[in-house]
């Protein structure tokens, strides 16, 4: 059995930025400890919500070294180190443990996209380099490509390969992998909207885009799960529907950004291609903040 590097929510946090363009740091620290205060279980950061994919690589190194120095172990942080080049891939993932990181996140190549043998040569080349976990990431609406529950199988063998973050929404795919990798793969959601079934096939928490605006609430959803109280936890999950859905109008982080700033915090543009959502959009993501019983 593989001990998971967390269980819970772990936030999908953003990267904020200062109005000329430059990580804002002070407000980043702002959010880690709001989050903590709130009980989030873990930081996911650099990953998609962060733009990892608008940060250079300078850049990209600071934001992980400085996240892991300012947590400083009071949750574990996981950090973005994929590639779609695998020595690129492995260059991040080293200088993550290095950095104090807990995990490496790791998505699938995308662009070049690869065979079911590739992804496992990609991965095992990754979880060779070092001995820091990592979290495989399938999410084929942004990739092109997906794991198939053989390769998930293959790849659940290494050591190092703590898990899985599954965002394809294909639950007969989930079914399958969990079915044949039992306790050497944990999974987590990658999907908000789906966080009590998956946890109901035994999915140990979410890593998720909702907690940027509900960590506490996010945090009491996967604990009743934890806990068995499906009826509770789905009556959690209905209530905060709407407000996911809000947060996935466009494309994320969009909607969660701007859903941070009418919150009140200091988040900063978007890094292009990415802009501002539509007024209508703005409109329906502050209607949803309030009926979610956020303070606007």
């Known amino acids: 059995m593989k001990k998971p590097v967390f269980t819970g929510a772990g936030v999908a946090i953003i990267t904020p930025f200062k109005s000329t363009g430059e990580v804002n740091y002070e407000e980043f620290g702002r959010i880690i400890d709001y989050q903590i205060a709130h009980h989030t279980d873990a930081i996911i950061v650099c990953g998609t919500t962060g733009e990892a994919s608008a940060l250079h690589d300078k850049e990209h190194r ?77 999410v084929p609406s942004r990739t092109g490509v997906s794991f198939t529950a053989d390769t998930l199988y293959e790849l659940s063998k290494h050591p190092n390969i703590n898990g899985l973050k599954a965002a394809s929404g294909n639950f007969s795919l989930l079914a399958e992998t969990m079915a044949k990798c039992g306790d050497n793969l944990n999974v987590w959601s990658g999907n908000d909207d789906q966080i009590v079934p998956m946890m109901s096939l035994g999915a140990k928490g979410v890593i998720s885009v909702l907690s940027n605006v509900a960590p506490q609430e996010t945090h009491d959803l996967t604990q009743l799960c934890l806990e068995n109280r499906y009826p509770e936890a789905a009556q959690m999950q209905f209530k905060y529907h709407s407000l996911i859905d809000a947060l996935f109008c466009e494309v994320n982080p969009i909607p969660v950004k701007k859903a941070m700033e009418l919150l009140g915090w200091k988040v900063g543009d978007l890094r292009l291609p990415l802009v501002e959502p539509s007024e209508e959009h703005i409109a329906y993501i502050k209607r949803e903040l309030e009926n979610a019983g956020c303070k606007i």
């Open 62 to 138: 600071e934001v992980l070294s400085w996240c892991c120095e300012y947590v400083n172990h009071r949750v574990p942080v996981i950090a973005g180190t994929g590639s779609n080049d695998t020595a690129y891939a492995i260059e991040l993932t080293k200088f993550a443990a290095e950095c104090g990181a807990d995990a490496g996140l790791s998505v699938t190549p995308y662009y070049n996209k690869t065979t079911q043998r590739g992804l496992i040569a990609h991965y095992t080349a990754i979880a060779d380099c070092c001995d820091l976990p990592i979290v495989l990431y399938n």
